[in-house]
């Protein structure tokens, strides 16, 4: 089983990046994905949950209005598109797969910093 994230980096504030997540060893398909990020010093934070069929998405407050999350289950991926950032969205954000009764997944991260 892996998840490897990608598309982190440095922005400037304001920017845009789009995190991906490619998920293998697991049916992708049937498993609800989440986005959490963790910054330095703080607990990591659930920022934005989407069911297995991507009818349904939650986000949290301090991201509502800015970051989208969406999935391509025929590439076994799921993407955070994040827009508008801010210098405390400054993380390392995690993807996290979760089925119950089957088990759940983390991937190893990718660090996000919106500095100017």
């Known amino acids: 089983v892996q998840l490897v994230e990608s598309g982190g980096g440095l922005v400037q504030p304001g920017g845009s990046l789009r995190l991906s997540c490619a998920a293998s060893g697991f049916t992708f398909e049937r498993y609800a994905m989440r986005w959490y990020r963790q910054a330095p010093g703080k607990e990591r934070e659930l920022v934005a949950t989407?069911?297995?069929?991507?009818?349904?998405?939650n986000y949290a407050d301090s991201v509502q209005g800015r970051f989208t999350i969406s999935r391509d289950n025929a590439k076994n991926t799921v993407y955070l598109q994040m827009n508008s950032l801010k210098p405390e969205d400054t993380a390392v954000y995690y993807c996290?797969?979760?089925?119950?009764?089957?088990?759940?997944?983390w991937g190893q991260g990718t660090q996000v910093t919106v500095s100017s």
């Open positions: 989407i069911t297995s069929a991507g009818g349904s998405t």
């Open positions: 996290y797969a979760n089925r119950n009764g089957y088990g759940s997944y």
